[in-house]
């Protein structure tokens, strides 16, 4: 079995929708978060992968677990990222519930309510931001505010993919109860029907109020380059929202340009400096644990 950073889609960590330790970022926890990143990256890319049999993906997921957990080195992006987790004193537990997720990916191809798709983000994008948050040291009591956005990231991502993923990979994260007698195979059309628009927007209104649930996140971020880049990601959230909520992702455009994402990255990392600059940050950081 050859290594699995060769069977890699050609997707980098300057190509996600999202920031992927960005400038804001203090450059000593760049690499960290790359390494995280790289690791990632070739989990998902196995997932999807076209060619391989799912007991093949399997396989390479396992092995990749192996070597971030010290029993293997045949898979350098998981050697090179328990190096950091060891030299950081940091849990793999994050990378192990995103490799969940994967497994899931090559195994469960429909969720049935709303309640399967969350418990789905808590393996798929919770960890990631958990991650981060652990990289700069900050507390816990930040984890339920970054649960709610990392959540939202990671269904609008489904929303804005909704058709690729049917037609591609077979998989289906809209939950299908909120489908109903639509049926999955609504997806694969050119174009959404009126009552897939409907499920569609009401999927959108359901993001929205997990992105409320993480307003203030940035503010009790103590790290001002993370706070920021946090406050960055929650404009760029707000921005696809908005645009879901209006149109159709099986037949418009429902991603933003590089300059659209630059400014409306830039606009929300600005509010948040003037916040902190204002005296917001000391408010919020009441409420966070010694």
């Known amino acids: ?47 999807d992968h076209a060619s391989l049999a799912p007991a093949e993906k399997l396989a390479r997921l396992d092995r990749l677990e192996r070597s971030l957990l010290g029993e293997g080195n045949d898979e350098p992006e998981g050697v090179r990222l328990a190096a950091v987790l060891k030299e950081r004193s940091l849990t793999p537990r994050h990378a192990q519930d995103l490799l969940n997720a994967f497994r899931l990916d090559v195994t ?32 816990r009591v930040t984890w339920t505010a970054n649960d709610a956005l990392c959540a939202a990231l990671q269904i609008i991502n489904h929303l804005q993919d909704c058709g690729a993923d049917y037609r591609n990979l077979n998989r289906v994260y809209i939950p299908l109860d909120m489908l109903g007698e639509t049926g999955v195979e609504a997806l694969g059309e050119s174009q959404a029907s009126p009552a897939l628009r409907e499920c ?37 959230a707000q921005r696809l929202l908005a645009i879901l909520h209006q149109r159709d992702p099986l037949s418009e455009q429902v991603h933003l340009g590089k300059s659209q994402a630059l400014a409306t990255a830039a606009g929300g990392a600005a509010r948040s400096l003037l916040h902190r600059l204002l005296g917001g940050s000391a408010r919020a950081r009441r409420y966070q644990t010694p």
Request: one cysteine or more; a neutral charge.
């Open 1 to 47: 079995m050859t290594g699995s950073g060769q069977l890699r889609s050609g997707k980098g960590s300057r190509d996600e929708n999202f920031p992927v330790a960005s400038w804001l970022i203090k450059r000593p926890h760049r690499p960290a978060i790359l390494a995280f990143y790289e690791f990632v990256r070739v989990a998902d890319d196995i997932a």
């Open 108 to 139: 469960k191809l429909r969720y049935a309510n709303w309640d399967e798709l969350i418990a789905y983000c808590a393996l798929s994008a919770m960890p990631v931001g958990r991650f981060v948050l652990d990289v700069h040291g900050e507390s």
């Open 200 to 236: 569609l927007r009401a999927l959108a209104a359901r993001t929205t109020a997990l992105l409320q649930q993480a307003q203030g996140f940035d503010q009790s971020v103590a790290d001002t380059g993370l706070a920021l880049e946090v406050a960055a990601i929650q404009a760029l």
